[in-house]
């Protein structure tokens, strides 16, 4: 895991130079193990969600064989019934420290399967991650409730949990489409995923009182924009209506409302959503914002306590940086990255035609 990093896509004005960016290319490349796996930071937990996204950064600057290690960690410690922990303490799989089952955690490595085969068009590498995909797309939808939306976990004994996040649900609703993606590239149809993934994408855009009330966190505010569920005007009236109650106009974005705190992760999780969403100068405003979380090592802290003027909690995440170079490649054409996050040529399910 040696190659340079190539940063050419992640060159933004007012957000980073070339230098810049490989300086927090090799952030994120320092918190990943040697076996692959790459948790907050040192000495922190891991869970599935941020490490895919954190490969999906190390891909953008083409360190493909550090993403592939990624992976294949995933891979190696998935469990019987397609899912992961929650949590393993340091990324070691042999110490888990939350043994729930998130669903949205599990889906999102075909978000990052289908943008490493993307971006590097490695057949092998797509033949020998469709196993792991699929299984975890099984047990994604194993928790799908009759109205579509996606029971958000089960507990360590194996009960379900019902109740079902928007959040949640919508980040399963960019994976299944990744998912079906990777299925289309096989020449496999999967016609239940394809029903599954309309009455998702349904039950989020016109059945709020599905899913459990989170509207205080920025994340219910975006995510059904990010996810893909919600665009063109539906998208611009969703990011219109939630504006002044989350964005703080030269800090970033809430995680939680009224807290006086913004984290650099949502802020660039929503430079995305407004990419996506055709709205590529307020994008790249947010990405100017949040530099005052960059660190001198080139990694981002994850809030700011702003009534304070304190940085808070004093971490810096790789998936913090992760998500950051994300929007930033989005931005800056990046295809793979466009592809996974625009969404246009992915597949868009089967609509209900009722409920």
């Known amino acids: 895991m040696t190659s340079p990093e190539r940063t050419e896509r992640l060159v933004l004005p007012g957000v980073l130079t070339a230098g810049q960016a490989a300086e927090t290319v090799?952030?994120?490349?320092?918190?990943q193990r040697t076996d692959g796996a790459i948790p907050w930071f040192r000495g922190h937990h891991l869970d599935p969600w941020d490490h895919v996204e954190a490969a999906m950064a190390l891909d953008t600057a083409g360190l493909?064989?550090?993403?592939?290690?990624?992976?294949?960690?995933?891979?190696?410690?998935?469990?019987?019934?397609?899912?992961?922990y929650a949590a393993y303490a340091d990324g070691d799989a042999a110490a888990p420290a939350d043994l729930g089952r998130e669903s949205n955690f599990c889906g999102y490595v075909a978000v990052g399967?289908?943008?490493?085969?993307?971006?590097?068009?490695?057949?092998?590498?797509?033949e020998r991650m469709w196993p792991v995909v699929a299984a975890a797309t099984g047990f994604v939808l194993e928790l799908q409730q009759p109205g579509g939306q996606i029971g958000w976990k089960r507990e360590p004994d194996g009960r379900a949990c019902p109740?079902?996040?928007?959040?949640?649900?919508?980040?399963?609703?960019?994976?299944?489409?990744?998912?079906?993606?990777?299925?289309?590239?096989?020449?496999?149809?999967?016609?239940?995923?394809?029903?599954?993934?309309?009455?998702?994408?349904?039950?989020?855009?016109?059945?709020?009182?599905?899913?459990?009330?989170?509207?205080?966190?920025?994340?219910?505010?975006?995510?059904?924009?990010?996810?893909?569920?919600?665009?063109?005007?539906?998208?611009?009236?969703?990011?219109?209506?939630?504006?002044?109650?989350?964005?703080?106009p030269g800090l970033g974005v809430r995680c939680v409302h009224p807290n006086p705190w913004v984290t650099g992760g949502e802020s660039a999780e929503l430079a995305l959503a407004l990419w996506a969403s055709g709205q590529s100068d307020?994008?790249?405003?947010?990405?100017?914002?949040?530099?005052?979380?960059?660190a001198e090592d080139g990694m981002y802290w994850t809030g700011y306590v702003f009534e304070d003027q304190a940085i808070w909690p004093r971490e810096r995440t790789a998936w913090t940086a992760g998500s950051l170079l994300l929007a930033v490649a989005a931005l800056g054409g990046d295809e793979p990255t466009g592809t996974v996050f625009g969404g246009e040529s992915l597949p868009r399910g089967l609509e209900p035609r009722c409920c």
């Open 64 to 84: 493909h064989e550090r993403a592939e290690a990624a992976y294949d960690w995933l891979a190696e410690h998935q469990l019987p019934d397609g899912s992961w």
């Open 26 to 31: 090799r952030g994120i490349a320092r918190v």
């Open 163 to 248: 109740e079902a996040l928007l959040t949640g649900s919508a980040s399963n609703y960019q994976s299944l489409r990744c998912a079906l993606a990777l299925a289309e590239h096989r020449e496999e149809s999967q016609p239940g995923w394809e029903l599954a993934l309309g009455w998702l994408g349904h039950a989020i855009r016109q059945h709020p009182e599905r899913f459990l009330d989170k509207s205080r966190y920025s994340m219910d505010w975006y995510y059904p924009v990010l996810g893909g569920a919600v665009r063109g005007a539906a998208a611009a009236a969703r990011i219109r209506g939630g504006w002044d109650r989350f964005v703080v």
């Open 113 to 126: 399967v289908w943008h490493h085969y993307l971006t590097t068009g490695d057949d092998t590498f797509a």
């Open 282 to 294: 307020r994008a790249l405003d947010i990405l100017r914002w949040i530099q005052h979380l960059r």
